[in-house]
């Protein structure tokens, strides 16, 4: 069985820094790719990062493009997002997602969401 186990969340003021941590408990997931969402309230859910598990290439939103930066760790089958530069319009629940294969099956998987609270 796959879970996320997502951690890093909190609350920082306007101009500051947080690291999100995804790590994905089935060792023998075979991961395609990873990526982080974020829903706002009273918003939809939005990509804001996504890596190419093989290649690591990476993939940002418009609007945190130059200030978060996502990364990965293919031995602990773990992905990361630096946050930096943060703005009260981050302020959102994220979400971490897999994308790969487990037991002969490809699908998606999420994780529970932290929360991610900016001040002004």
């Known amino acids: 069985q796959v879970q996320l186990v997502e951690s890093g969340g909190g609350l920082v003021q306007a101009g500051g820094s947080l690291r999100l941590s995804c790590e994905a408990s089935a060792r023998t997931l075979s991961i395609n790719r990873m990526g982080w969402y974020r829903q706002a309230p009273g918003k939809g859910r939005e990509l804001v990062a996504s890596?190419?598990?093989?290649?690591?290439?990476?993939n940002y939103a418009e609007s945190v493009r130059g200030r978060f930066t996502m990364s990965r760790d293919i031995a602990k089958n773990a992905a990361y997002l630096q946050m930096n530069s943060l703005k009260p319009e981050d302020t959102a629940i994220y979400y971490c997602?897999?994308?790969?294969?487990?037991?002969?099956?490809?699908?998606?998987?999420w994780g529970q969401g932290t929360q991610v609270t900016v001040s002004s």
């Open positions: 890596i190419n598990w093989n290649g690591g290439s990476t």
């Open positions: 997602n897999v994308a790969g294969l487990y037991a002969g099956v490809g699908r998606a998987y």
